[in-house]
């Protein structure tokens, strides 16, 4: 059984950076197209971003775009957010996905097979 494992949150203020990672533990996969999604308390899940393994394809939520980087090591299955310039209202849970599935957007939760437990970012004003 794949599981993927979230690190990097924290307490942060207003216009710092901070670095998710998240790596798969279990059997070995590759998943097509890895992604970040995050929920705050009373909110929906919502998209951050996603990358696809083999063209390296990104894709953002215009919330993110120009602030925040997604990456990922091929040779580790291990994918990473680059938040930086983070706001209050980044403040939210954030969880790793992963998929197989080809021919998707990229931006639906629905479509992501594989889910962590997810790591807490904090910004304070």
């Known amino acids: 059984q794949v599981q993927l494992v979230e690190s990097g949150g924290g307490l942060v203020q207003a216009g710092d950076s901070l670095r998710l990672s998240c790596a798969p533990s279990?059997?070995?996969?590759?998943?097509?197209?890895m992604g970040w999604f995050r929920q705050a308390p009373g909110k929906e899940r919502e998209f951050v971003a996603a990358?696809?393994?083999?063209?390296?394809?990104?894709y953002y939520a215009d919330s993110v775009k120009g602030r925040f980087t997604i990456s990922r090591d091929n040779a580790k299955n291990t994918v990473y957010l680059q938040a930086n310039s983070l706001k209050p209202e980044d403040t939210a849970l954030y969880y790793c996905?992963?998929?197989?599935?080809?021919?998707?957007?990229?931006?639906?939760?629905?479509?992501?097979?594989?889910w962590g437990q997810g790591t807490q970012v904090t910004v304070s004003s």
């Open positions: 996905a992963a998929t197989g599935r080809i021919g998707i957007r990229g931006s639906d939760y629905a479509e992501y097979d594989y």
């Open positions: 279990g059997r070995t996969f590759s998943p097509y197209i």
């Open positions: 990358i696809w393994r083999y063209d390296g394809r990104t």
